[in-house]
C-alpha cells in the first residue's frame, strides 16, 4: 500500500484491510487537500467497454491521475507515463462502475417489515446503511440510487460516503416516501400528504435537506392535484421524481403529472399493460423536448424466486453478512430460513410468466431500462442483487449485454444529469472503474464476482 499525495491506491490481498485501509486514507488524507503531484495509475491490457455502446477496445490503456480518468487509448498508442504504477488487466474486461438506480440500505433482506421497522431505525444511521453501502461497492457497484429511508440517516450516510469516511457507492438519496398516508409504524420514512399546500411544503423540506431525488408512491391514493404538486414543485429545485408503479392508476396518474422515472414491472398477476398505458407511454417517449421516459423494471427477483426457493445455499453467502453484527444476521437468517413459506412471494410463480409480456411491452413503447433492483427487500441482498438483474435481462429477457451494461453505466448518469461527470471511462470523468477476468459481453454473469474496483481513483477491490 503507498499513499502519494492525496491520491491513494491501496493494494492488499484481503478485503477487509483494503477496505479499511482505503477508508482510513482516504479519511486522514482528504481529497485535494495535497500539494505534490497527483499519483498516476495506469490500468494496461484489458478490453475496455466506455460505456458509450461503440466496438469495445482491445489491449485497453486507461490513465487513472488522482480522482479522475486523465487518458484512455491502446497499447502502443498512449504511453505509460513514467512512474505511473501499472495494473495489470490482461484477461480481463474493463468498464464502468455499475449503477443501481432502486436499492434500499435501511433493510437487508429480512421478510418480517414491521418487525424490522419496530427494532433497527436505531441501527441505520451508523450500521445498517453503511453496511448496505459498503457490500455494493464491493459489488463493484460505484453509484446507486435509494428509494425510501429516513431523511436524516440518508443524507448523513450519502455525505460521510462523499467525504470518505466509509466506503460506498456515490449515493442519491431520497430520503422519506412521499405518499398519501404512511402505513402504520413507517412514519419515519414515509410522509403522508394532505392538500398542494402540505405536498408542496413537504417537497421543500426534502429540498431543503439536499435530497437529489423525490420518491412518489401510492400516487393512485392522492389527487391528481397533489401528484402534480409533488411533481411540479420537485422540477422547480432541480429534483427528479421517481414513482412506484405496481397498480395502474399509479402510472396513468404519474404520466399525466409529469414523472421521470417509474420503478417495478408491476400489475401483480394481471397478463400484460392496458392498451391506454401503453399509449400514454408511447406519447411520453415520443416527445423528444423531455428527454427519455425512464424506467426501472427490478424484474430479477421475481423471475428467480422459484429456483432460489428450491436452490438457497446463496442464502448462505457471507458476503450479504458483512459489516452486519452477528446478532442482526441471526434474525435476519431465521426470517428466511423458510424461502417457501414467506407470504410476500406466494403470488410470483402466477406473476412470472407475465413479466416478459410486460417488459417487452415497456421497451416497444419506447422508455429507457435502468438497472436497479429493490436491493435490501426480502432475500435480496446488496451483495448480489445487482448482476442478478443484469444476468436477468441478458440471460432470461434476451436484451444484449452491452445494452443491459448501458442501462447500468451510460443512461442512470443521463438519468440523474451527471453524465458529464461519470458514467463512461474517458478522460475528465471521476475514475469509478471495475474489471472482471473473462468477456462479460459473452458472459454476463461473470459480473458476480469483480476482481477490481475503483471509485474516484481509490481501489476498493
Ligand atoms: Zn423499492
Same mark, same amino acid.
Request: aromatic letters at 6%; hydrophobic letters at 40%; one cysteine or more.
Given at each position: 500500500?503507498?499513499v502519494?499525495?492525496?491520491?491513494?491506491?491501496?493494494r492488499?490481498v /484481503?478485503?477487509t484491510?483494503?477496505?479499511?485501509? %482505503? &477508508?482510513a486514507?482516504?479519511?486522514? @488524507?482528504?481529497?485535494?487537500?495535497?500539494r505534490?503531484?497527483?499519483?498516476?495509475t495506469v490500468?494496461?491490457g484489458?478490453t475496455?467497454?466506455?460505456?458509450?455502446?461503440?466496438?469495445p477496445?482491445?489491449? #485497453?490503456?486507461?490513465?487513472?491521475?488522482g480522482? *479522475?480518468?486523465?487518458?484512455?487509448?491502446?497499447?502502443?498508442?498512449?504511453?505509460? $507515463? %513514467?512512474g505511473?504504477?501499472?495494473?495489470?488487466?490482461?484477461?480481463m474486461?474493463?468498464?464502468?462502475?455499475?449503477?443501481?438506480?432502486?436499492?434500499h440500505?435501511?433493510?437487508?433482506?429480512? /421478510?418480517?417489515?414491521?418487525h424490522w421497522d *419496530?427494532?433497527?431505525?436505531p441501527?441505520?444511521?451508523?450500521?445498517?446503511?453503511?453496511?448496505?453501502?459498503?457490500?455494493?461497492?464491493l459489488?463493484?457497484?460505484?453509484?446507486?440510487?435509494?428509494? +425510501?429511508?429516513?431523511?436524516?440517516?440518508s443524507?448523513s450516510?450519502?455525505?460521510?460516503?462523499?467525504?470518505?469516511?466509509i466506503?460506498g457507492?456515490?449515493?442519491?438519496?431520497?430520503?422519506?416516501?412521499?405518499?398519501?398516508?404512511?402505513?402504520?409504524g413507517?412514519?419515519?420514512?414515509?410522509?403522508?400528504?394532505?392538500g398542494?399546500?402540505d405536498?408542496?411544503a413537504k417537497?421543500?423540506?426534502l #429540498?431543503?435537506?439536499?435530497?437529489?431525488? @423525490?420518491?412518489?408512491i401510492?400516487?393512485?391514493?392522492?389527487? =391528481?392535484?397533489e401528484?402534480?404538486?409533488v411533481v411540479?414543485?420537485a422540477?422547480?429545485?432541480g429534483l427528479?421524481?421517481v414513482?412506484?408503479?405496481?397498480r395502474p392508476e399509479?402510472?396513468r396518474?404519474g404520466i399525466?403529472? +409529469?414523472? !421521470?422515472?417509474?420503478?417495478?414491472?408491476?400489475? /401483480?398477476?394481471a397478463?400484460e399493460?392496458?392498451a391506454?398505458?401503453?399509449? &400514454?407511454?408511447?406519447?411520453?417517449?415520443?416527445?423528444?423536448?423531455?428527454? $427519455?421516459?425512464w424506467?426501472?423494471?427490478t424484474?430479477e427477483g421475481l423471475f428467480?424466486?422459484?429456483y432460489?426457493?428450491?436452490?438457497?445455499?446463496?442464502?448462505?453467502?457471507?458476503?450479504?453478512?458483512?459489516?452486519? $453484527?452477528?446478532?442482526?444476521?441471526a434474525?435476519?437468517?431465521?426470517?428466511?430460513?423458510?424461502?417457501d413459506?414467506?407470504?410476500y412471494?406466494?403470488?410470483?410463480?402466477?406473476?412470472?410468466?407475465t413479466?416478459?409480456r410486460?417488459f417487452?411491452?415497456?421497451?416497444e413503447?419506447?422508455?429507457v431500462?435502468? @438497472?436497479?433492483?429493490? /436491493? +435490501?427487500?426480502?432475500?435480496?441482498?446488496?451483495?448480489?442483487s445487482?448482476?442478478r438483474?443484469l !444476468? %436477468?435481462?441478458?440471460?432470461? =429477457? +434476451?436484451v444484449?449485454a452491452?445494452?443491459?451494461?448501458?442501462?447500468?453505466?451510460?443512461?442512470?448518469?443521463v438519468a440523474?444529469k451527471?453524465d458529464?461527470?461519470?458514467g463512461t471511462?474517458?478522460?475528465?470523468k471521476?475514475?469509478d472503474?471495475i474489471?472482471v477476468?473473462?468477456?462479460?459481453?459473452r458472459?454476463?454473469?461473470?459480473l458476480?464476482r469483480?476482481?477490481?474496483?475503483v471509485?474516484?481513483? @481509490?481501489r476498493?477491490?
Open positions: 500500500m503507498r502519494n499525495g492525496d491520491y491513494v491506491w491501496v492488499v /484481503s478485503r484491510l483494503a477496505l479499511g485501509a %482505503a &477508508m486514507l482516504a479519511g486522514a @488524507v482528504g481529497f485535494g487537500q495535497g505534490a503531484p497527483k499519483k498516476v490500468l494496461v484489458g475496455l467497454i466506455d460505456g458509450y455502446g461503440g466496438r477496445i482491445r489491449n #485497453a490503456v486507461v490513465v487513472v491521475e480522482e *479522475k480518468i486523465a487518458a484512455v487509448g491502446q497499447v502502443g498508442q498512449l504511453a505509460v $507515463p %513514467a505511473a504504477e501499472v495494473i495489470s488487466t490482461e484477461g474486461t474493463v468498464l464502468p462502475g455499475l449503477w443501481d438506480m432502486h436499492v440500505l435501511m433493510i437487508n433482506g429480512h /421478510s418480517d417489515y414491521p *419496530k427494532t433497527y431505525p441501527l441505520f444511521e451508523n450500521v445498517i446503511m453503511p453496511a448496505s453501502a459498503k457490500q455494493l461497492l459489488a463493484g457497484v460505484t453509484s446507486a440510487r435509494d428509494l +425510501g429511508a429516513p431523511l436524516k440517516d443524507i450516510v450519502r455525505d460521510r460516503i462523499n467525504k470518505g469516511i466506503p457507492p456515490t449515493m442519491y438519496m431520497s430520503g422519506p416516501f412521499i405518499q398519501h398516508r404512511p402505513y402504520p413507517t412514519e419515519l420514512f414515509r410522509w403522508g400528504v394532505e398542494t399546500e405536498a408542496r417537497v421543500r423540506k #429540498a431543503d435537506a439536499r435530497v437529489d431525488v @423525490v420518491k412518489l401510492d400516487q393512485d391514493q392522492m389527487t =391528481l392535484e401528484v402534480k404538486a411540479d414543485e422540477h422547480k429545485h427528479p421524481v414513482a412506484h408503479s405496481h399509479e402510472i396518474k399525466v403529472a +409529469g414523472v !421521470d422515472c417509474f420503478e417495478h414491472t408491476g400489475l /401483480s398477476s397478463p399493460y392496458p391506454d398505458i401503453v399509449q &400514454m407511454i408511447r406519447e411520453r417517449s415520443a416527445d423528444m423536448s423531455r428527454g $427519455p421516459l424506467w426501472t423494471p424484474i428467480n424466486y422459484e432460489l426457493r428450491d436452490n438457497p445455499e446463496q442464502l448462505d453467502d457471507p458476503a450479504w453478512q458483512e459489516g452486519l $453484527p452477528p446478532e442482526v444476521v434474525d435476519i437468517r431465521q426470517s428466511i430460513a423458510h424461502p413459506r414467506l407470504s412471494f406466494q403470488l410470483t410463480p402466477q406473476r412470472r410468466p413479466l416478459r410486460k417487452e411491452q415497456l421497451r413503447a419506447g422508455v431500462m435502468l @438497472v436497479g433492483t429493490d /436491493s +435490501g427487500i426480502p432475500m435480496k441482498f446488496h451483495s448480489s445487482t448482476w438483474e !444476468d %436477468a435481462w441478458v440471460n432470461i =429477457l +434476451g444484449d452491452m445494452t443491459a451494461i448501458r442501462g447500468a453505466t451510460y443512461w442512470p448518469s440523474m451527471v458529464d461527470k461519470v471511462i474517458e478522460p475528465g471521476f475514475a472503474i474489471a477476468k473473462g468477456d462479460v459481453l458472459h454476463i454473469a461473470l458476480q469483480v476482481d477490481i474496483v471509485k474516484h481513483g @481509490v476498493y477491490r
